[in-house]
């Protein structure tokens, strides 16, 4: 059985604070990712990775930074936490693509929802 | 151009009755459609899934249909059950290598008993 699993279910920090989101894919999957789910907006991407220590920023990579030194690894890092940060945040990961015209499901984990006070 | 517009926000259908999602793209480039699923507390999960060469795609009780040229594609729920509640994305992608899949606004479905 597929599995993402994300360190926290629930995180409750102050503004300032340095935050880590840990995320773990025992798939073996190449491409792993984070989103932000805020309601009326659907998920949007922040950043992802396709490989080890590679990562590219995606439609809202600003206040976030990133972290895969494993494969099977994949950190979300909020160097100052603020409370427009505030949100449920999923990671997600995917095997490499079998080549043109062909797509891979993304494996979703269950959330970790952040408030920033 | 990579925005995906889905409607309604939200939706209240009966039991047995037709869930209807729409949703349109503008980028010409995409040519996969994925639908997930999400349920309260869990991670959205791929239901169904279409590429832009057929026009529609069945499932079960879930069918996507597609309008290539009028750039829409929407989510089919016959019979409607109340463990169909949930919250449904669409989405779209480009194979440019990295997959990178563009949602929509989300739809949070009742099914009513």
């Known amino acids: 059985d597929v599995k993402v699993t994300q360190s926290s279910r629930y995180l409750v920090k102050r503004t300032g604070e340095k935050v880590f989101l840990e995320c773990v894919q025992d798939?073996?999957?190449?491409?792993m990712f984070w989103y932000r789910q805020d309601p009326g907006l659907g998920l949007r991407l922040i950043y992802f990775s396709y490989d080890v220590k590679m990562k590219e920023k995606g439609d809202i990579p600003e206040g976030y930074s990133v972290s895969r030194e494993k494969k099977e690894r994949f950190s979300l890092i909020l160097e100052s936490a603020s409370t427009n940060q505030t949100s449920m945040y999923l990671c997600?990961?995917?095997?490499?693509?079998?080549?043109?015209?062909?797509?891979?499901?993304?494996?979703f984990g269950p959330g970790t929802r952040l408030t920033v006070l | 151009q990579q925005q995906v517009k889905q409607s309604p926000q939200s939706l209240i259908v009966q039991k047995g009755g037709i869930s209807i999602i729409n949703c349109a793209y503008e980028n010409t480039a995409f040519d996969y459609f994925p639908w997930y699923q999400q349920f309260p507390g869990k991670g959205p999960a791929l239901l169904i899934a279409?590429?832009?060469?057929?026009s529609e795609k069945k499932e079960g009780r879930f069918t996507i249909s597609f309008n290539k040229s009028a750039k829409q594609f929407s989510l089919h729920i016959m019979d409607s059950q109340p463990g169909d509640s949930a919250t449904y994305f669409c989405?779209?992608?480009?194979?440019?290598?990295?997959?990178?899949?563009?949602f929509g606004t989300g739809t949070r479905l009742l099914v009513s008993p």
């Open positions: 798939m073996d999957h190449e491409n």
């Open positions: 989405a779209a992608s480009m194979n440019t290598g990295f997959q990178k899949l563009v």
């Open positions: 997600a990961s995917s095997s490499l693509a079998g080549g043109p015209g062909s797509y891979n499901e993304q494996f």
């Open positions: 279409i590429r832009p060469d057929v």
